[in-house]
T-cell receptor, first 111, second 115 residues
Framework: GEDVEQSLFLSVREGDSSVINCTYT??????LYWYKQEPGAGLQLLTY?????DMKQDQRLTVLLNKKDKHLSLRIADTQTGDSAIYFC???????????FGSGTRLLVRP | EAGVAQSPRYKIIEKRQSVAFWCNPI?????LYWYQQILGQGPKLLIQ????????DSQLPKDRFSAERLKGVDSTLKIQPAKLEDSAVYLC?????????????FGPGTRLTVL
């Protein structure tokens, strides 16, 4: 079956790097996504990675994918207070493009 | 470019009442999704439309939930009768197509409280 798991909470100091981790069970996952949700707002796509890639970098964001261990991580460099939000990992497969979301990791950035 | 619009933003009803939510996707987006997000959980897909046809409604509780997308643009999601466990945020999203890697753009959601 499909399952995506994340740790619930992460607290970092402003200026440090944040690393949010995610594990998934579906070996046929084709795309893996990171979404950000701020209070009272919808989800915003931050980045996604295709399963044949190991890494993707986009400005302050770095996504690492270990397909063997079914482990995905999101690193945010120089974390700012505006990065405080809930971050969701999600996956989809070629056979079903629907998104399967994890339960989210709440990131708190301390000044 | 206008985003995905949803109304109402908040709704409080008593159990066994009915409620309807409205979504206006981004212009030109063929695919529309309704998600249910229970507090503390990630969104769960309820139904996916491609134009005005249903692609996936496998997780829609069809005994009480219904959805339609007339003319392949706006969509409504209805719950009748509501149960306490339906309390959640209902998110609408749209994308240009349904292929993998197509970004889904989310609306702000409708927060439903069932008393």
């Amino acid at each position: 079956g499909e399952d995506v798991e994340q740790s619930l909470f992460l607290s970092v100091r402003e200026g440090d790097s944040s690393v949010i981790n995610c594990t998934y069970t579906d070996s046929s996952s084709t795309y893996l996504y990171w979404y950000k949700q701020e209070p009272g707002a919808g989800l915003q796509l931050l980045t996604y990675i295709f399963s044949n890639m190991d890494m993707k970098q986009d400005q302050r964001l770095t996504v690492l994918l270990n397909k063997k261990d079914k482990h995905l991580s999101l690193r945010i460099a120089d974390t700012q207070t505006g990065d405080s939000a809930i971050y969701f990992c999600a996956e989809s497969t070629d056979s079903s493009y629907k998104l399967i979301f994890g339960s989210g990791t709440r990131l708190l950035v301390r000044p | 470019e206008a985003g995905v619009a949803q109304s109402p933003r908040y709704k409080i009803i008593e159990k066994r009442q009915s409620v309807a939510f409205w979504c206006n996707p981004i212009s030109g987006h063929a695919t529309l999704y309704w998600y249910q997000q229970i507090l503390g959980q990630g969104p769960k897909l309820l139904i996916q439309f491609q134009n005005n046809g249903v692609v996936d409604d496998s997780q829609l509780p069809k005994d009480r939930f219904s959805a339609e997308r007339l003319k392949g643009v706006d969509s409504t999601l209805k719950i009748q009768p509501a149960k306490l466990e339906d309390s959640a945020v209902y998110l609408c999203a749209s994308s240009q197509s349904s292929g993998g890697g197509n970004e889904q753009f989310f609306g702000p959601g409708t927060r439903l409280t069932v008393l």
